[in-house]
């Protein structure tokens, strides 16, 4: 069955420090992956995907996210936080078409002045 | 293009009552999933509907169902509700066709309907 971990349940950076958010799969075939993020009282927006190639791929507001198929995991990272960056962020693996997404139980962002 | 919408955005229901919440997919999007999200079990899948037909289902009772009409909109209905079916509901539209390739079955989520159950 497909998996994902995400080990930081909250992380607390301070405005202008990078950041990385941890995130390893479980998954029998190809994976495809994504991260999400989730503002309060808000649905979910697509930060990054991967689904094959370069395994640095690059996303939305700064963000980026590195394969490492060796490692089963898909970090996400970013070199400055803003606070407007607060939120919570979700990793996700899904199947080739990618109708069933399986998440992890998210990161929540804190970002002090 | 309109994103996805949701609607109601909040519910307040009593036990043992039914509810019905609606999505409407991006325009041209054949594909709606629905998510059931709370703070202990987190983000889980429900079902995806594509064409008017269900597709894939996940472990939920069968008190939770869905359906999708000819303009891809799609209603969730929950029965007899319970305490624990208090929840954000999210529903996320993707293309679902086998042309264009994965990027084109991206999902995007609307803003959810928070469902309270007293």
């Known amino acids: 069955a497909q998996s994902v971990t995400q080990p930081d349940i909250h992380i607390t950076v301070s405005e202008g420090a990078s950041l990385e958010l941890r995130c390893n799969y479980s998954?029998?075939?190809?994976?495809?992956l994504f991260w999400y993020v989730q503002s309060p009282g808000q649905g979910l927006q697509l930060l990054l995907k991967?689904?094959?190639?370069?395994?640095l791929v690059q996303g939305i507001k700064g963000f980026e996210a590195e394969f490492k198929r060796s490692q089963s995991s898909f970090n996400l990272r970013k070199p400055s936080v803003h606070w407007s960056d607060a939120a919570e962020y979700f990793c996700?693996?899904?199947?080739?078409?990618?109708?069933?997404?399986?998440f992890g139980t998210g990161t929540r962002l804190t970002i002090i002045p | 293009k309109a994103g996805v919408t949701q609607t109601p955005r909040y519910l307040i229901k009593t036990r043992g009552q039914q509810v019905t919440l609606s999505c409407s997919p991006i325009s041209g999007h054949r594909s709606v999933s629905w998510y059931q999200q709370t703070p202990g079990q987190g983000l889980q899948f429900l079902f995806e509907?594509?064409?008017?037909?269900?597709?894939n289902k996940g472990n939920f009772p069968g008190r939770f169902s869905g359906r999708q009409f000819s303009n891809s909109r799609s209603e969730m209905n929950v029965s007899t509700l319970e305490l624990g079916d208090s929840a954000l509901y999210l529903c996320a539209s993707r293309d679902g066709g086998a042309l264009g390739g994965l990027a084109k079955n991206i999902q995007y989520f609307g803003a959810g309907t928070r469902l309270s159950v007293l």
């Open positions: 509907y594509f064409s008017e037909t269900q597709r």
């Open positions: 998954y029998g075939a190809t994976p495809y």
């Open positions: 996700a693996v899904g199947p080739f078409g990618n109708e069933k997404l399986t």
């Open positions: 991967y689904f094959s190639g370069d395994t």
